[in-house]
C-alpha cells in the first residue's frame, strides 16, 4: 500500500528535504511537485492523492484559502515558517502542523498520523486486492524504520529506558518509556495491567489468576491495575 503525495510549496530546497526524508520511508509515492496552489488544484482536478505537504505562504493563492476550494479533502501536512496559524490549519482537519525547520524524527511521526488515521489508502483503484489492515505505522529501532500493522502488536513491555514491541512475528525494541508510548503507536484498544505491560485488549486468549495469556507469552497482571482490567472486561 502506497501513501501517495504531493508537494505544495514555492521553495524548492522545502520540496527537496520532503523527497529526501519520504525516500527514506518505503511506500511513499511522489505524485506531482507543485510550486503554487494553482499549480495544485490543475493536478488535483484529474488526479486524487492520499497526502498532501502543504506551505501557507505561497503566492497567487495561500495554503488554507487554497484547502477550502477542494471539495475532496486529502490528508494534509502543513509545512511552514509560521506557527500563528496552527489554530486555522486544525480547524481545517489538518493532520498535523510542521514548523520549519523540522527533524525526520518531527516528519515521522506527522507520517504516522496519516497512516494512523487513514483506516483505507486506496493506492490504487485498478488494484482489486483487499487489504483490511490498513493501520500502519513506522517504528525507528536503532537506525532503522520498520513499518509495522498495529493490529499485529500483541503487548508492549517496559524495559527501563526502553520498550519492547511484541508482534505475532518479531519483537521490536525502541528508546522510550510506556507513559511515552503514545507518541509511537495509538493507543486505542490497548490496556495496561501491569506497571511494565500494557497489552492488545483483542489479542488475549485467556486470564488466569494473575496472569493473562496472549499468543505464546505470559504477562502478568499487577495488583493495583486489577480492578480497573477487571471492569473493561465485564
Given at each position: ?5 504531493i ?40 488526479n486524487s ?27 494534509v ?8 496559524h ?38 490504487n ?48 525494541t ?17 490496556i ?43
Amino acid at each position: 500500500m502506497n501513501i501517495r503525495y504531493i508537494i505544495v510549496d514555492d521553495e524548492s530546497l522545502a520540496h527537496d528535504i520532503i523527497q529526501k526524508y519520504c525516500s527514506l520511508l518505503p511506500n511513499m509515492q511522489l505524485m506531482q511537485n507543485c510550486y503554487d496552489a494553482i499549480e495544485a488544484i490543475e493536478y488535483l482536478n484529474n488526479n486524487s492523492v492520499d497526502l498532501i505537504f502543504l506551505d501557507l505562504n505561497m503566492p497567487k493563492l495561500q495554503g488554507f484559502e487554497f484547502l477550502k476550494t477542494l471539495s475532496n479533502l486529502p490528508k494534509v501536512i502543513v509545512t511552514t515558517a509560521y506557527k500563528e496559524h496552527a489554530l486555522e490549519g486544525y480547524e481545517l482537519n489538518i493532520v498535523d502542523y510542521l514548523l520549519k525547520p523540522f527533524s525526520f524524527e518531527r516528519f515521522l511521526k506527522a507520517v504516522n498520523k496519516v497512516s494512523a488515521e487513514t483506516p483505507n489508502i486506496q493506492s490504487n483503484m485498478h488494484n482489486a486486492v483487499s487489504d483490511t489492515n490498513q493501520d500502519r505505522l513506522f517504528i525507528r529501532s536503532d537506525n532503522k524504520y520498520i513499518q509495522i500493522s498495529t493490529d499485529d502488536i500483541l503487548f508492549v513491555e517496559s524495559m527501563g529506558n526502553y520498550i519492547k514491541i511484541v508482534l505475532k512475528e518479531e519483537i521490536i525494541t525502541i528508546r522510550g518509556t510506556l507513559s511515552s508510548l503514545s507518541e509511537h503507536i495509538p493507543m486505542q484498544g490497548f490496556i495496561q495491567v501491569h506497571r511494565s505491560f500494557i497489552v492488545a485488549h483483542k489479542h488475549i486468549k485467556r486470564i488466569e489468576g494473575n496472569q493473562i495469556f496472549l499468543d505464546n507469552y505470559t504477562v502478568p497482571i499487577g495488583k493495583s491495575f486489577k480492578v480497573q482490567l477487571d471492569r473493561i472486561l465485564k
